[in-house]
């Protein structure tokens, strides 16, 4: 039997060395061709296109990283459905979800069989053939491909085609969100006051008994030995939650997948899933924050700041007085300063002209607006080079070209892997079609903010979150959001002040910029000159560590009226 392998990276190579092994003629296809020199030197056949590998093969694997990979290789004169005829047999392995599924079943040929066969089981499994891989499609199509899947593992059938792919997102939804569930446990016994020891005591009389026992040492440790990397996990919460939108509520693993999330934009991605331990427990949180400061003269002794702009250095583009002053004062005496800004639809550019306008020296790269943030999140998330579908500024598609994200138009959505979704001034129904349709297509949803409105000289116009808002209910999708008040556009922030020990966040709004702060594990500080009052600290959720009259004041001397936290609460 020839058998194709599509798709050979860690999981993809260890299926192929397997089937060499078991005395199959193997044929290997590759995006990046250097990685199929081992496998050649064991006597597998490089294919030249997926289209070839199929012609050449009676059973044809892929094993793919998502939905947008899978589709890379089925379509086109060169793709999978090209080559296939009634004599192959598709084994898709990837974790691509239902939908992806049945797009490669729409595409493929009249007579090629489809069993749907994701795994469940990292390098070490695949290596000894102990995955447990759940499959979908007729009885007949998996008991014909059964033998040459036994060799990799435990065969589950659970139903017809798509079911294998639905299995895999369940597994996968049950394992990360014990995992999660196991972390914040750990978190809110430390908080209680409960030692480790009777913690994992506590937690070995519950359901959570053996995930607890399993993930002690690591959390101990900080270690988390790479078995699936946490940027495959995250982009597996994203699929689980597509196929939820038919009305599922699924809260628990929102939760869970905002927890990847952010241990991915902390610089997790390629570590193992489980590293969002880390940041739950609160060990990669205190990387983060300041150290411990002894009086209120301390608190002003920060390396660097990050510093908003509209309600701390202007207020609705008028210059707050004595914030160019207080700008020089701290450059002066050597603090880092990094300008932000939620509007994503001008240059970095465009935003250090406005800061040389009212005296202010200043260059791009001393700005991050949202729409940088989110060229900056989508390449660290490994989305660099992928076909997106964008809602946005000339700035803000310019923001996204820079990182080789390749923009579709609106007749070409369906081959959109993402759709990016910044506030503009020319939004309209034909963008809010395509982008409805990609999502539908199975593409990721992503956005610069959720800010409903921003001031306008005649008053409130509408921002990002209002376009996103009609976006998010046009495909039932919940988008990852960067900008404020989420916590990533201050964590790549801080992550381009990295070489500074004590940095702080400085903001007008306890909403957006203290509560983005906090939950990056930053100070934050609070100044009186924007959207926020005194009379707002008492309800609000998340408290600022220090109260300022204005940006001037934290630059002056020690007779500067200040408050801490505390004081703050009274």
């Known amino acids: 039997m020839t058998v194709a392998v599509v798709g050979i990276g860690a999981m993809g190579s260890r299926i192929a060395a397997r089937l060499l092994a078991a005395g199959h003629h193997v044929v290997v296809w590759n995006r990046t061709a250097a990685k199929l020199s081992l496998l050649l030197e064991c006597g597998a056949v490089a294919a030249a296109t997926p289209a070839e590998a199929a012609r050449r093969a009676d059973v044809l694997i892929t094993m793919l990283a998502d939905p947008a990979a899978l589709r890379a290789v089925s379509d086109g004169s060169d793709g999978i459905a090209a080559g296939a005829d009634a004599s192959l047999t598709v084994i898709e392995m990837s974790t691509v979800g239902p939908a992806a599924v049945a797009e490669l079943a729409s595409k493929l040929p009249l007579g090629t069989q489809l069993v749907d066969a994701p795994v469940l089981g990292g390098i070490a499994e695949a290596e000894a053939g102990e995955l447990t891989i759940f499959a979908g499609g007729a009885p007949s199509a998996v008991d014909a ?38 972390g914040e446990m750990v978190s809110l016994a430390r908080g209680l006051g409960l030692a480790d020891e009777a913690i994992y005591e506590v937690l070995a009389t ?46 628990l693993l929102e939760a869970t997948r905002s927890w990847l999330i952010e241990a991915e934009a902390t610089g997790s991605g390629q570590r193992d899933y489980t590293a969002m331990l880390a940041r ?44 160019a002053e207080a700008v020089a004062l701290l450059r002066a005496r050597s603090k880092g300063l990094l300008f932000l800004t939620n509007d994503p639809t001008t240059s970095r550019a465009e935003q250090a002209a406005r800061l040389e306008a009212i005296g202010v020296p200043a260059r791009a790269d001393d700005v991050v607006t949202s729409a940088n943030a989110t060229a900056r999140f989508l390449a660290g998330s490994g989305l660099a080079g992928r076909r997106a579908f964008v809602i946005g500024s000339a700035a803000f598609k310019a923001e ?50 959720r800010d409903r409105v921003v001031p306008g000289k005649d008053g409130p116009e509408p921002a990002t979150g209002a376009v996103l808002a009609a976006v998010e209910t046009a495909t039932g999708s919940k988008a ?67 109260v300022l009259p204005s940006f001037a004041a934290l630059a002056g001397d020690s007779k500067v009226r200040r408050r801490s936290l505390l004081r703050g609460r009274q």
């Open 206 to 251: 519950t359901p959570l008994a053996a995930q607890a026992e399993r993930r002690r040492q690591s959390i101990a440790d900080g270690e988390y030995p790479r078995r699936f990397a946490l940027s495959l996990a995250r982009k597996d919460a994203d699929l689980i939650q597509a196929a939820a939108r038919s009305g599922h509520e699924l809260r």
């Open 280 to 323: 739950i427990v609160g060990g990669e949180q205190a990387a983060l924050r300041a150290k411990p400061r002894a009086s209120d003269a301390a608190v002003l002794d920060y390396d660097a700041l990050i510093v908003d702009l509209d309600g701390v250095i202007w207020r609705g583009g008028v210059p707050i007085e004595g914030a």
């Open 480 to 546: 990852t959001v960067i900008g404020k008040p989420e916590p990533f556009m201050f964590l790549i922030a801080r992550e381009l002040l990295c070489t500074h020990d004590r940095v702080a966040v400085v903001g007008d709004n306890l909403a957006s910029d203290i509560a983005g702060a906090k939950r990056a594990g930053l100070d934050a500080i609070l100044v009186l000159t924007g959207t926020s009052t005194e009379a707002d600290l008492r309800a609000s959720e998340y408290k600022p560590d220090l």
């Open 400 to 449: 996204l070209t820079s990182i080789g994200l390749r923009l579709v138009a609106a007749d070409e959505v369906h081959s959109a892997a993402l759709v990016v979704v910044g506030g503009h001034t020319g939004f309209d129904f034909d963008e809010l079609r395509a982008a409805t349709r990609a999502v539908a297509n199975g593409a990721q949803l992503y956005a610069a903010g």
């Open 145 to 182: 491909v059964r033998p040459l899947l036994v060799q990799h593992g435990t065969v589950h059938h659970v139903g017809p085609s798509g079911s294998g792919a639905a299995a895999k997102l369940v597994a996968n939804a049950a394992l990360f969100g014990s995992v999660a569930l196991v």
